[in-house]
T-cell receptor, first 112, second 114 residues
Framework: KQEVTQIPAALSVPEGENLVLNCSFT??????LQWFRQDPGKGLTSLLL?????REQTSGRLNASLDKSSGRSTLYIAASQPGDSATYLC???????????FGTGTRLTVIP | DVKVTQSSRYLVKRTGEKVFLECVQD?????MFWYRQDPGLGLRLIYF???????EKGDIPEGYSVSREKKERFSLILESASTNQTSMYLC?????????????FGDGTRLSIL
């Protein structure tokens, strides 16, 4: 069964710092990997989706990478802002199915 | 923009009650999903549906059922609510076209069973 791990569980950084969030998964047979953002008491917002054949995706200050063979993904956030404070979740979809397996998230706090 | 709407943000019910959680999406998506989110456990898939009247069990279907009578609506049913079903419930939808289709989530329903 696919297991997804995110480390660290929580992270605090000063405003303006660049940071990296980590995600690892046990089964490399994935269709794609998604990074989501969740604000307290809210649903999930999709940030980036990387297909299994891709190595990275970029959107604004966000860059996600995927190394399928080693079962790892990173989310790089450049020039962090207080508005980036949220929980970040990664999820993988397994080959042949539509459902996602989620990590437990990294709670990010950007200090002004 | 895709809109996934869950009928209630907060809901309080009693043990043994039959509970209905409703979800509607406006993008004609084929796939719809119900997850629950618990601290330390993350999101876990309860049921999903890839077409009207079709359903598939997820990882934790026990104590739940679903209904998909129309493409835009996916209902989660707790047949006889129990306290261990107190949780945040999240609905999502997606299109199955290709590999580059993200899941879109509603704002969630925080359900308390007393």
């Amino acid at each position: 069964k696919q297991e997804v791990t995110q480390i660290p569980a929580a992270l605090s950084v000063p405003e303006g710092e660049n940071l990296v969030l980590n995600c690892s998964f046990t089964d490399s047979a994935i269709y794609n990997l998604q990074w989501f953002r969740q604000d307290p008491g809210k649903g999930l917002t999709s940030l980036l989706l990387i297909q299994s054949s891709q190595r990275e995706q970029t959107s604004g200050r966000l860059n996600a990478s995927l190394d399928k063979s080693s079962g790892r993904s990173t989310l790089y956030i450049a020039a962090s802002q207080p508005g980036d404070s949220a929980t970040y979740l990664c999820a993988v979809s397994k080959t042949g199915a539509n459902n996602l397996f989620f990590g437990t998230g990294t709670r990010l706090t950007v200090i002004p | 923009d895709v809109k996934v709407t869950q009928s209630s943000r907060y809901l309080v019910k009693r043990t043994g009650e039959k509970v209905f959680l409703e979800c509607v999406q406006d993008m004609d998506h084929e796939n719809m999903f119900w997850y629950r989110q618990d601290p330390g456990l993350g999101l876990r898939l309860i049921y999903f549906s890839y077409d009207v009247k079709m359903k598939e069990k997820g990882d934790i279907p026990e104590g739940y059922s679903v209904s998909r009578e129309k493409k835009e609506r996916f209902s989660l049913i707790l047949e006889s609510a129990s306290t261990n079903q107190t949780s945040m419930y999240l609905c999502a939808s997606s299109s199955p076209r290709g590999l580059a289709e993200p899941q879109h989530f509603g704002d969630g329903t925080r359900l308390s069973i007393l």
